[in-house]
């Protein structure tokens, strides 16, 4: 469900949405799936919300021993490096004027990483202004 919603988001931002399973075996790790589809939801809709038109989000999944890597890769706006260690804030937006999502709340990002960090597991971001965002959620694999 959490994917066709995430496809029509896509959409209407005119953001090309693609997925990448970068694993021959199944990956499993253990938690709440509800809480893991709601953090992965999250860091997938601000990639199309702070991406222009015409960019691109890729998801991507790895392997990589003792994690497994979900990789959330967008040609957006960016994020300063001023604001990389705020945005996990509670209420913490970035200029709000610049961005399409406007009715945002600044909670996505906190909720998502108390959801990695539940799960024993952490998220790192790397971005440069113009150019895009990296999300990258770790999570121990079983
Ligand atoms: N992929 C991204 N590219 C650029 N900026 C981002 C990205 N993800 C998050 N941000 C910045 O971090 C801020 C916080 O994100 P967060 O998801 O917590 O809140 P939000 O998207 O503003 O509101 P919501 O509660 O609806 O998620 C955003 O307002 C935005 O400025
Ligand atoms: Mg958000």
Not at 16 to 45: F, T
Not at 53 to 75: F, M, N, Q
Request: charged share 25%; net charge positive; proline share 4%.
């Amino acid at each position: 469900m959490w994917r066709k919603q995430l496809a029509a988001l896509a959409l209407q931002a005119k953001v090309n949405l693609k997925v990448e399973k970068r694993v021959r075996q199944p990956i499993e790790v253990m938690g709440d799936e509800a809480q893991l589809y709601r953090m992965v939801y999250n860091l997938v809709s601000n990639a199309i919300d702070y991406t222009p038109p015409g960019g691109e989000v890729a998801i991507a999944l790895e392997k990589e021993s003792p994690y497994a890597a979900i990789r959330v890769r967008d040609t957006g706006i960016g994020i300063a490096e001023e604001d990389r260690s705020r945005i996990f804030d509670r209420f913490y937006r970035v200029d709000a004027h610049r961005s399409r999502h406007q009715g945002g709340s600044g909670l996505g990002l906190p909720i998502s990483r108390a959801i990695a960090r539940l799960h024993n597991g952490k998220i790192e971001v790397e971005s440069e202004v113009g150019r895009g965002s990296t999300f990258t959620v770790y999570l121990p694999l079983r």
